[in-house]
T-cell receptor, first 110, second 109 residues
């Protein structure tokens, strides 16, 4: 089954404790991206990757890092999380302009 | 940057009713997609429709790119249609999606 998976689905952590949210797709897509969704602000792109080892900033990249060492994986890294990064995070994989979203990761930073 | 506006922001329907959701965008776009976010937060791709008309069961969508708007039609609504409907457009060559704020739909039995 074609899908985008994310882990963990839920995470509560504390300020400053590094964390990684994994994202994997099995559709051999080149383009992947990360979004965050916040009440009143909608979904905003954090980072995207057009292929292996090619990444670039989206609209709200501050406080995040990404890597793309393999085509299927695109982890989102928060080196020093802060409470303003509490949000619902989505990974997406794109082919032909059509975006497929993962199930989401609900992150709470205390 | 491109602005995406959706209307209405909230909509309450009785089961079986029809509805039209609108998406206006401020500049030329390469792609346009409609998504449904269900009450569990999952984003479901409904239509990829940069122009023209498409139909999928009770749902259909029309995009008039020259006039910078798209419409999503829901006929014979069901309670499972509840959730938030998002319109999103791409400004670049791939997928830098710009989302509207969404229309929150509640279908009452």
């Amino acid at each position: 089954e074609a899908q985008v998976t994310q882990n963990p689905r839920y995470l509560i952590t504390v300020t400053g404790k590094k964390l990684t949210v994994t994202c994997s797709q099995n559709m051999n897509h080149e383009y992947m991206s990360w979004y965050r969704q916040d009440p009143g602000l909608g979904l905003r792109q954090i980072y995207y990757s057009m292929n292996v080892e090619v990444t670039d900033k989206g609209d709200v990249p501050e406080g995040y890092k990404v890597s793309r060492k393999e085509k299927r994986n695109f982890p989102l890294i928060l080196e020093s999380p802060s409470p303003n990064q509490t949000s619902l995070y989505f990974c997406a994989s794109t082919s032909g302009g059509i975006q497929f979203f993962g199930p989401g990761t609900r992150l709470t930073v205390l | 940057g491109i602005q995406v506006e959706q209307s209405p922001p909230d909509l309450i329907l009785q089961e079986g009713a029809n509805s039209t959701l609108r998406c206006n965008f401020s500049d030329s776009v390469n792609n346009l997609q409609w998504f449904h976010q269900n009450p569990w937060g999952q984003l479901i791709n409904l239509f990829y429709i940069p122009s023209g008309t498409k139909q999928n069961g009770r749902l259909s969508a029309t995009t008039v790119a020259t006039e910078r708007y798209s419409l999503l039609y829901i006929s014979s609504s069901q309670t499972t249609d509840s959730g938030v409907y998002f319109c999103a457009v791409t400004r670049g060559s791939q997928g830098n999606l710009i989302f509207g704020k969404g229309t929150k739909l509640s279908v009452k039995p």
